[in-house]
């Protein structure tokens, strides 16, 4: 069955969690489309965990089209997000729309942006023109300069509230899904309660509509220290595709994350 945008809002209605994992390239695909992955997420975490960059700051748009073409090219039916790399949406709405349609055409069905309520003008304009949006909060990797470092978000009174202001800014102005990365389990879930959009989480607990892992993550094969919010699926299933349908598995029945995984 094809996945759509209303396709993911009945999962998040009826309570069934969504899955989601990065994905690069046909090959990888083409196994999370036969397990069942839902939501194919082509992030700019490829500069990371494919070309080897110490953040995602270097990928550009080019790169960006290269890779939602080949995972287009795989996938059956799960729907693809494509990543707004740095530098590619934030001068203005008409930059973003141009930026946008490359991975659009390039076979996106969705692109996702990084940034709070000041990227909801944006957003709208994007929505409007007919591409829809997943708005990308909490721990932007886009703004690790500004952070300091990848570092939790929400921990203060006054951080958590800016949060749950972003969320209801970027839902009101139009985005189709709002992911929430490094927040309290909590606010993450109070977020989720009050936004007429599923949410997904990476270290934001259970009480979201899904989960998005990065594939080498959940694979174990990207080196060095491991975030808390990671799990290595590969030793007890023992193979990619058994390691893909246990993380959907574990999403699905609320396994995964676990309270180790949570912040």
Known sequence: MKITVQTLM????EGQKITMLTC?????AATLDEAGV????VGDSLGMVMQGADSTLPVTLEDMAYHVRCV?????????IGDMPFGSYQESPQQAF????????????MVKLEGGAFMADTTRFLVERGIPVCSHIGLTPQYVNTFGGYRVQGKSEDDAARIRADARALADAGAS??????????LAGAITAEL??????????????????????????????????VKNFMPEAGSIAGAVKAYVHAVKN?????AEHCF
């Open 10 to 13: 009945k999962l998040a209605q």
């Open 24 to 28: 690069y390239d046909a090959s990888f």
């Open 38 to 41: 839902e939501t194919l997420l």
């Open 72 to 80: 287009a090219r795989g996938a059956r039916n799960a729907l693809i």
């Open 98 to 109: 141009a930026s946008a349609a490359k991975l659009m055409q390039a076979g996106a069905h």
């Open 177 to 186: 899904m709002v992911l929430m990365e490094c927040v309290p389990a909590a």
């Open 196 to 229: 007429p959009v599923p949410t997904i989480g990476i270290g934001a607990g259970p009480e979201v509509s899904g989960q998005v892992l990065v594939i080498y993550d959940m694979l174990g094969v990207y080196p060095g220290k491991k975030a808390r919010f």
């Open 254 to 258: 609320g396994s995964f994350p676990a």
